[in-house]
């Protein structure tokens, strides 16, 4: 089994960065992809940032350049570097991970997820 635990949420305001991690334990060999999603009260959850094991990373239309996602040195460590956060960013972020090839408009397609980490931006 694949456990993930998320941190680094918090208040920041409008203009700052935050850096979310993500630490996976377990069985992390069974893992091919991860990402991170959000989901803002009232609304759906959302793709932000996707990166393979081979280290492709794919971003959501709204990052326009402003997030990376990126493994630890070790990759049981995922890290969201998000920079000029807006009040929009506000949300409930979301590590997850997949045992296949990912596809990153399809929740169900996402085998393990944390229980997610807080970030409100205050503008």
């Known amino acids: 089994q694949v456990q993930l635990l998320e941190s680094g949420g918090g208040l920041v305001q409008s203009g700052e960065s935050l850096t979310l991690s993500c630490k996976v334990s377990?069985?992390?060999?069974?893992?091919?992809?991860m990402a991170w999603f959000r989901q803002i009260p009232g609304k759906s959850r959302e793709f932000v940032a996707g990166?393979?094991?081979?280290?492709?990373?794919t971003y959501g239309d709204f990052v326009k350049g402003r997030f990376t996602i990126s493994h630890g040195n070790s990759k049981d460590t995922l890290f969201l570097t998000m920079n000029d956060l807006q009040g929009e960013d506000t949300a409930d972020y979301f590590c997850s991970g997949t045992k296949t090839f990912p596809d990153y408009t399809t929740l169900a397609r996402w085998d393990f997820w944390g229980p997610g980490t807080h970030v409100t931006v205050s503008t």
């Open positions: 377990g069985d992390i060999w069974r893992i091919y992809a």
């Open positions: 990166l393979t094991s081979g280290g492709a990373a």
